[in-house]
């Protein structure tokens, strides 16, 4: 495979529920992202992960917890999420972190995310 | 605050040229990109200008003038797969990708 892979592709969940959110890139690069997506809205940094360490918390709530292992792999606990979470979202990936130059990011297709 | 202005949806017809513009206010510029979304789908790199002027690559090319805070994106020969929302990310002074919420383009035939 190759690319970004997030899954799963739609999730339901209820208001005390836990689930998580994967995401795998086989692109070599460095950085991952997370990022959330409302419609008619703009895309709206979560976290970002360079080399594994965070290095960005886009003043997020705890209710969503990030989990970087390892450079190609990104996850996203979801736990006592909130109906104004519904959302897509989408992981990205980078050769680096440092976003100078053209540092294209590479984006997954999404979760569609439904709280109840 | 920072803002990226972006239509939030146009139509245009098949075979036609449409123009999709983007202006902005933001703190310091670091070159801005264009990204095509399909529906359900992940939203792919189309563009990046750092310098003014028009970049051109195939069908698509994209205009910067800095002074003026403004972009577009310049689609030619427009064809039904084109249909899809167009995001414009501007990058700041310390680097942050500060995006639009995205132009919907309908093509019709």
């Known amino acids: 495979e190759t690319g970004v892979t997030q899954t799963p592709r739609h999730l339901v969940m209820g208001m005390t529920n836990k689930k998580s959110l994967k995401c795998e890139q086989h692109l070599g690069h460095n950085a991952m992202y997370w990022y959330k997506q409302s419609a008619k809205k703009p895309l709206e940094l979560m976290f970002v992960?360079?080399?594994?360490?965070?290095?960005e918390n886009n003043s997020v709530p705890s209710r969503f917890s990030p989990e970087c292992p390892n450079s190609s792999h990104l996850f996203l606990h979801l736990h006592t999420l909130q109906p104004e979470d519904s959302a897509l979202y989408l992981c990205?990936?980078?050769?680096?972190?440092?976003?100078?130059?053209?540092?294209?990011?590479?984006f997954g297709a999404g979760s569609r995310l439904t709280v109840l | 605050g920072q803002n990226i202005d972006q239509p939030t949806e146009m139509t245009a017809t098949e075979g036609a040229i449409v123009q999709i513009n983007c202006t902005y206010q933001t703190s310091g510029f670091n070159g801005l990109f264009w990204y095509q979304q399909h529906a359900g789908e992940a939203p792919t790199f189309l563009s990046y200008?750092?310098l003014d002027g028009l970049e051109e690559k195939g069908r698509f090319s994209s205009f910067l003038s800095r002074s003026k805070g403004y972009s577009y994106l310049l689609l030619k020969e427009l064809q039904m797969k084109d249909s899809a929302s167009y995001l414009c990310?501007?990058?700041?002074?310390?680097?942050?990708?500060?995006w639009g919420a995205g132009t919907k383009l309908i093509i019709k035939p």
């Open positions: 992960y360079n080399f594994k360490e965070q290095t």
């Open positions: 990310a501007v990058r700041d002074s310390n680097y942050q990708l500060i």
């Open positions: 200008n750092v």
């Open positions: 990205a990936s980078s050769p680096r972190g440092d976003m100078s130059g053209a540092n294209v990011l590479t």
